[in-house]
């Protein structure tokens, strides 16, 4: 490369430049290994939240909670894991934005719409994403038996410290972290009897075989 660009610009052969073109090369080399390691490690953290949220999805099955994972609406589209026992019908959001490391760094909201991790705004509008996860699972139910029940959003946020007790405003989404999410959930009343909670896993679980099946 330094010898294409030395005989596009006509120049002679000269340390400087070649020293200067070995920076820029060791420079964007860096740049690319560091993004590469941050995605590695966000990948890392992924598997990991569900390695530790099975410990939190265990307690919840002792207190009468039914998870549901990899399921689809009548679009085909996927609904998200989806948390049915006695505090309700819960949709959960996983989104995996390693901590940086700063001391005392917390997620937080700030008003309805704006989360910040530590220092920053959240990119991409993770609380909306819950809500909308929280709609399709809410349609699909309505679709399925007719029936409008009120699913509440979860955000997860592995790795994070929850900063503030949420105003009962703010509860519309529930902040967790993978360590929180058992406590968080087992905290909200009571809305939904053995029968209720049934009914509404049969909607998962009643699905028509296919023909010749």
């Known amino acids: 490369g330094y010898e294409w660009l030395r005989w596009v ?9 070649m020293t200067a073109f ?7 080399c860096s740049v690319r290994a560091w993004w590469l390691w941050a995605r590695l490690r966000a990948l890392q953290t992924g598997q990991h939240v569900w390695r530790t949220m099975g410990m939190d999805f265990s307690l ?11 399921e689809v609406d009548e679009r085909g589209t996927p609904l998200g894991p989806v948390l049915i026992g006695p505090g309700g019908v819960f949709s959960l959001t996983v989104r995996t934005s390693p901590p940086t490391g700063r001391p005392f ?12 991790l530590g220092r920053r705004p959240a990119f991409a509008d993770p609380l909306g994403a819950a809500r909308s996860a ?20 979860v955000l997860v946020l ?30 909200c009343p009571p809305q939904l009897e053995p029968k209720e909670i049934l009914g509404y896993c049969d909607v998962f679980q009643s699905r028509e075989e296919p023909e010749g099946a």
């Open 9 to 17: 610009m006509r120049t002679e052969l000269h340390p400087l430049w």
């Open 22 to 28: 070995a920076l820029c090369i060791a420079l964007y």
């Open 60 to 70: 919840l099955g002792e207190r009468g909670y039914y998870l549901f994972d990899g």
């Open 105 to 116: 760094e917390k997620a937080k909201r700030v008003g309805r719409s704006e989360l910040r």
């Open 134 to 153: 929280a709609r399709r699972v809410a349609n699909h139910f309505r679709a399925v038996t007719g029936e409008e029940i009120s699913v509440t959003p």
């Open 158 to 187: 592995p790795g994070w410290r929850i900063g503030g007790a949420p105003t009962a405003d703010e509860r519309d989404v529930l902040i967790v972290s993978e360590t929180t999410l058992a406590a968080e959930v087992l905290s």
